[in-house]
């Protein structure tokens, strides 16, 4: 995302939009080049940025748009790219957790002019600490290979061009170490079986819990049909942010961890200080406070998913 921000050339002034339920990393890349942060509501289904709140965000200094593909879903990105073509923005996906997933058969962080992937160790595929940059616009090619070799023409050197390589522009090591590329390179041989059984994993959860919760105004993850997803997380929407603390406390009263996600970024100290919110707050700060993700690894068993769903149902048949 730093060397994405550093290829559109972000500079003090620019703004960007992002949501403000996603990561701090979404907002440091862009932060760091001096722009100032727009946040936008998310869409309750998919708990990506909606789409729809984008015009009234956009302004004089906008240059990019950053959705964020959360567990591996997305917002209506073809509807995203006529906006910021039709504006002259830039978009950057924040495809972390998208390895693998598809909207109408096309990968996630290949819509936008740049995608970014997490290799870190919670993501489905992973070596620790790492991520990759997609890039679909021919223009930004010859400038990455420089960014990411310190900001020099090594590549050039390697491939024989030229004599020596020298100092272009300001860059920085972007590159995996020998190691961690690897070790990676293992997950991405095995990834078949890994986001298969991930997606295994996810289906049963919902096939456990559907019938039971969304009756009583417990809501699941629904992405739609357009979309194929590899079970990054799953997660419930409690109907207030008590019951999720009571829930939360019964899980682990039975040995079962579940976990919130993010804290509103727009809330926090320097959310405040380097960004604003456009339009209302309707979503984020709600889903934020009744958002329950339950256990989600290559070695759960549908064994384990059984007592973590049966404990989830005892808890709601006792209120």
């Keep these: 995302l730093e060397m994405a921000a550093l290829l559109i050339d972000i500079q003090v002034g620019d703004e960007v939009i992002v ?5 701090v990393s979404t907002a440091n890349a862009f932060v760091l080049r001096g722009a100032r942060l727009v946040f936008v509501d998310i869409n309750p289904s998919t708990l990506c940025i909606d789409e729809a709140q984008l015009d009234a ?15 591996g879903f997305s917002c209506n990105m073809e509807r995203v790219m006529d906006l910021a ?4 923005i830039w978009v950057i996906e924040d ?25 870190h160790e919670t993501k489905n595929l992973h070596c620790g600490e790492g991520g990759a940059l997609l890039i679909r616009d021919e223009r930004l090619l010859e400038r990455a ?29 972007f590159v995996l170490n020998e190691l961690s590329a690897a070790f990676l390179w293992g997950q ?6 890994v986001l298969s059984y991930r997606q295994l994993l996810w289906k049963h959860y919902l096939d456990m819990l559907k019938n039971q919760l969304e009756p009583l105004g417990v809501r699941l993850p629904n992405p739609g049909p357009e979309m194929e997803h590899t079970g990054h ?7 207030s942010s008590s019951e999720r603390t009571a829930l939360q406390m019964h899980l682990r009263m039975h040995g079962i961890e579940a976990v919130s996600h993010y804290e509103p970024l727009h809330q926090s100290k320097a ?19 009744t958002m329950l993700r339950l256990p989600m690894h290559f070695q759960l068993r549908l064994t384990d998913i059984d007592r973590i769903c049966q404990s989830i149902v005892d808890f709601y048949s006792q209120k």
């Design 19 to 23: 949501p403000s339920f996603t990561y």
């Design 145 to 173: 290979a420089i960014l990411k070799e310190k900001g020099t023409d090594r590549a050039n050197f390697l491939a024989g061009q030229i004599p020596a390589y020298t100092w272009q522009e300001p860059g920085s090591a």
């Design 188 to 193: 991405f041989e095995s990834a078949d079986s």
């Design 85 to 88: 073509e039709s504006n002259g």
């Design 271 to 289: 959310g405040a200080s380097w960004g604003r919110f456009s339009g209302e707050d309707k979503y984020t700060t709600r889903i934020a406070q």
């Design 57 to 71: 965000a956009i302004g004089l200094r906008t240059k990019a748009i950053v959705p964020v593909h959360y567990g």
């Design 233 to 239: 997380v799953f997660y419930l929407i409690c109907r």
């Design 95 to 119: 495809a972390a957790h998208g390895i693998g997933s598809s909207r109408f058969g096309k990968s996630l962080g290949s819509f936008g002019h740049l995608g970014a992937l997490s290799f």
